[in-house]
């Protein structure tokens, strides 16, 4: 039989939340040690195993190591960072002068994942009303593969402020692939205890009670509910309080 009936411990279970909630996005923490190989084909093979709609599996995986290419694609981040600087005004722009957003010259490791549109053909099981369902499921991919370098003790950074077609051209990607993630990948000196924007007072964690609906969008959630909800962000997250 092809059916597989696995259940697993509650120790099993408490591993993965402590994996979600330990995970972070790593910037100014990374070493110069590289990655081994036999982690990184673990990572790989756990976001190749996402879900995707439609069983497409649209990604595609791109390392580089190349200290020269990383220093372009530095480049093109520092140039579309000064223009996102622009866009801020008073004691917002300073803030995010003094932001670190990215590790990319720290890190041994880039993986720039892509999503190919056109990969299982015209129409596609579950894209027939979504169109975006190929872009969601190439994103379960980067969950997936940032998930697993947590479990490893690999840090994993996400860096967005990037002209894309710049990236595509400096990279040789093809123009009809769409890029999902542009990753910063490697051992680090340490994992903050929480997430940088919410420690150098960018944003706030939002309260999760407040984003749940019943029924409808007019209904909150069962006062049950919201009470178990404190209770596990507390045992998660004890300097919490959502």
């Known amino acids: 039989m092809n059916n597989q009936n696995i259940s697993f411990s509650i120790e099993e279970r408490e591993t993965l939340y402590n ?7 790593v910037r100014a923490e ?15 093979v756990a976001a190749h195993h996402a879900p995707s709609v ?15 290419t990383q220093k372009k694609v530095h480049k093109l981040f520092d140039e579309a960072n ?5 866009m801020f ?3 917002r722009k ?6 670190k957003l990215e590790g990319l010259l720290k890190a041994p490791l880039h993986v720039c994942i892509t999503c190919d549109r ?20 190439t994103v ?17 950074g996400w860096v967005s402020i990037f002209h894309e077609d710049e990236l595509k051209q400096l990279l040789g990607i093809p123009e009809t692939l769409h890029i999902i993630a542009y990753l910063t990948v490697g051992h680090v000196s340490s994992f903050n205890k929480k997430p940088d924007l919410e420690r150098k007072g960018w944003r706030k964690r939002l309260n999760l009670k407040e984003l749940i609906k019943h029924n409808n969008w007019q209904e909150s959630t069962n006062d049950n509910l919201t009470s178990l909800i404190d209770k596990e962000l507390k045992k998660q997250n004890p300097d919490e309080r959502n």
């Open 54 to 68: 439609g069983f497409m599996q649209p990604w595609n995986f791109l390392l580089i190591d190349e200290k020269e």
């Open 82 to 86: 000064k223009e996102a600087s622009e």
């Open 89 to 91: 005004e008073g004691q």
């Open 140 to 156: 379960c991919a980067v969950q997936n593969f940032w998930l697993a370098a947590r479990a490893e003790n690999i840090g994993v």
């Open 94 to 99: 300073n803030l995010y002068q003094n932001l």
């Open 30 to 44: 990374f070493t110069s040690q590289p990655i081994e190989d036999e982690i990184l084909a673990r990572l790989l």
């Open 118 to 137: 056109e990969r299982a053909g015209p129409v596609v099981l579950g894209r027939t009303h979504m169109s975006n369902m190929d872009l969601y499921s």
């Open 19 to 25: 994996i979600i909630f330990n995970r972070r996005d």
